[in-house]
């Protein structure tokens, strides 16, 4: 069966991949709209972007009101600084949130509205020329058709879609990683692994995503502790990066399955950030999707080592879920209970949770059969 692959227009990786983005940054406008957040001024990171934009003569405004998630009324406040500023083009920088805001942001230019108008329909409108610059090795959405923004009256995470998200330009630059901490390198790096294990599990996996996933997983299991314990070991920083941009590529192309569908209703109604919801549901959720995809899990394992030739799949599978859950807490990943949340405030919005996780539609994506009975029973699991 024939599939369609997607990528960004341009991808420029590896150390200075900055400077040398700076010419393909000059042709797309005369003036640049910086979509950030005020950590990435105070780090001096924002200033890099800066000059990269003076050296060609590229006049610019900084909207840096990305605070947590991005929300529909950030969306709207972009919007607005866009277009009284005569902006023509977007650049990103920050983690997912920053990088799906300017998607948002972008795709309300032309056409105006607001942002929950496309819940549920494929965005397809005209789009403004778009530079992503992730400064965590995680979202991977630098590379992906998608975004995710929180509806603040309906408390749900939308998740849109249509390929006019694409960024134009995608620049990975280490430099920007250095300055991660180790709980969000954590974070984004668990949250990196479940796009490439769920892009490799999905329902939808094609040939070349499974090529993008495979050695993502590979890079992650390798070089994410180290990152996470020095983070100025820089060759696991770059080492990262590429892979939350192969990752990203993935499951841009397979989908994710059920660990994102139910992750996203927690970052709604606890505002948990999106990667750390993700790893706090990995062990349920893996220990749930092993029996539908024995074969894919047992490939996994024998990609980084933690199973051998001659386990059986079944066997391969389940320490390919051992090193997992080993990874998850050498990072130490807090529970839900850890991080604050209220047991009886948790259990009285499961049923709700569940039912928002099935309509996204991702669960359906698992290799298993799956009800929003089970996935009730997953939330009733994390305690």
């Not at 000059?51 to 929300?71: C, F, R």
């Not at 603040?152 to 300055?179: N, S, Y």
């Amino acid at each position: 069966m024939a599939r369609e692959f997607i990528v960004p227009g341009q991808i420029i990786t590896g150390s200075g991949a900055l400077d040398m983005a700076e010419a393909s940054i000059g042709q797309l406008g005369k003036k640049a709209m910086i979509v950030t957040d005020k950590v990435m001024i105070q780090l001096g990171n924002c200033e890099k972007v800066e000059n990269a934009l003076k050296n060609q003569g590229v006049d610019y405004t900084i909207y840096s009101e990305i605070v947590g998630e991005p929300t529909d009324v950030m969306i709207a406040n972009g919007l607005k600084q866009y277009k009284e500023e005569g902006c023509d083009f977007l650049v990103a920088l920050g983690g997912g949130s920053p990088i799906d805001s300017m998607k948002a942001i972008g795709s309300l230019v032309e056409n105006g509205g607001s942002i929950s108008d496309y819940m549920g329909k494929v965005i397809d409108v005209p789009m403004p020329p778009m530079v992503a610059i992730p400064t965590t090795a995680g979202t991977g959405s630098e590379a992906t058709q998608f975004t995710i923004i929180t509806d603040t009256e309906k408390d749900v995470k939308m998740l849109l879609k249509g390929k006019v998200l694409m960024p134009d330009l995608a620049v990975i630059d280490p430099q920007f990683t250095m300055t991660a901490p180790p709980k969000i390198t954590a974070a984004t790096g668990l949250d990196a692994l479940c796009h490439a294990v769920e892009a490799y599990t999905s329902r939808k996996a094609q040939t070349l995503s499974d090529t993008f996933a495979l050695s993502a997983v590979k890079r992650i299991f390798r070089y994410l502790a180290p990152a996470f314990h020095d983070g100025r070991n820089e060759e696991a920083r770059i080492q990262m990066s590429v892979a939350a941009l192969e990752a990203g590529i993935a499951f841009n192309n397979a989908s994710v399955t059920l660990i994102h569908g139910m992750s996203r209703p927690i970052g709604a109604l606890f505002h948990v950030a999106h990667g750390l919801s993700n790893a706090m549901l990995l062990k349920v959720c893996l220990t749930y999707a092993l029996p539908g995809a024995y074969d894919r899990f047992a490939e996994l394992g024998r990609a980084v080592g933690a199973a051998s030739a001659e386990d059986s799949d079944q066997k391969a599978s389940e320490k390919f879920l051992a090193a997992t859950i080993a990874l998850v807490e050498e990072l130490e990943t807090p529970t839900l209970e850890q991080y604050g949340i209220d047991r009886d405030t948790f259990f009285g919005v499961i049923e709700k949770m569940a039912h928002d996780a099935m309509e996204s539609g991702s669960p359906q994506n698992t290799k298993r059969e799956i009800t929003q009975a089970d996935v009730e029973k997953m939330y009733k699991e994390l305690w």
